[in-house]
């Protein structure tokens, strides 16, 4: 079975959750106000999209140009991964050519359905991941490189960070 951005929608109006088709892009948009997160032009709103690629064969929530490359683009793109090893289904993306650091949550549907739970819980872990990575990456930047490599406290702090947890 496959999913599709209309199978999206009606999970989203059921909830409640207001949303924009794109038909053209074939996506949804929603709009987050969020309380740490800024995005690049320094709104406390989270911009996630939301994707059935492969004909439908997966599920994919982003957030584009999430967070600004900064001079040293290498070392934010490792900071992120970094956060994302440590944020469970959550992974980032670079296309060097746009600076663009995405926030992704991937989800395969091959044989089964999507439910609506599985995308609520996509579209909520990658704001909360955002919430949190934000609060990350300021306190890392502000340590200067004698904090690099330190796994950051906010995700253990907002339950994150633990993998393996029910």
Partial sequence: MSTSVSQCATFLAGDGVRHHVDEVERAIRLAFVTRRYRNLRGEKLAMVRIETPDDG????????????????AARTCLDLCRLAADTPLVSVEYAEDFENLRMTVELAVE????????????????????????????????????????????????????????
């Fill in 57 to 72: 064969h997966r599920c994919r929530v982003s957030i584009e140009r999430a967070f600004a490359p900064g001079p040293d």
């Fill in 111 to 166: 044989d089964g359905e999507l439910t609506r739970l599985q995308l609520l819980s996509m579209v909520d872990r990658i704001v909360e991941a955002a919430e949190c990575w934000q609060t990350a990456l300021e306190s890392t930047t502000s340590r200067g490189s004698k904090g690099r490599g330190q796994r950051p406290s906010t995700l253990a702090k907002r339950g994150l960070g633990q993998q393996g947890a029910a």
